[in-house]
């Protein structure tokens, strides 16, 4: 069983990672589940303040990632439309076959967004921007506390590999 709770708690961390890039996965608390998995395993003690310290650090970047763009479009004149356009333009970015859809597409999503709030070009440039920067602060917030997680994670596995070595 314990292994399987250390593969399954594996996926988890790495789909953390991903879920840092896309709207639909919440990144840090996927990576958490991981190594909540990991110390569920008969071989790596729990430390439950160790849990409970990641655990606030993922739910306070879960938050923040739903603050931050809403702080970066307003700072930057934008309305609910540029988030709108920002969320959408990610997802299309994500499942368009072109290069650099990612990041191309939250800003242009943004952009079209504020366009269709009645904004004006520079407007809505400007708006398109903080929403894009919003963006972007939020995903490498995520990225790194995954990353993070991941080598904690890691680092668990190599501090107790022989507890976890059936052989």
Known sequence: MD???????????LLGIVGSFLPVLPGPPI????????HLTDAVPQDWWFLGITGVVALAIFALD??????GTKKFGG?????????????????????????????????????????????????AFGSFLGFLT???????????????????????WAALNPF
């Open 31 to 38: 990576s958490w589940a991981g190594l909540l998995l990991l």
């Open 138 to 160: 939020g995903a490498f917030m995520k990225f790194v506390v995954a990353i993070i997680f991941t080598g904690l994670f890691i680092g668990k596995i190599i501090e107790n």
């Open 66 to 71: 739903y603050i931050i763009p809403v702080v």
């Open 3 to 13: 292994i399987a709770l250390l593969v399954l708690g594996l996926f988890l961390c």
């Open 79 to 127: 309305t609910k439309a540029g988030m709108i356009g920002t969320t959408l333009g990610l997802i299309i970015g994500l499942l368009a076959p072109i290069p650099g859809g990612i990041i191309i597409g939250p800003f242009v999503g943004a952009f079209l967004g504020e366009i269709s709030n009645k904004a004006d070009n520079k407007t809505a440039l400007k708006a």
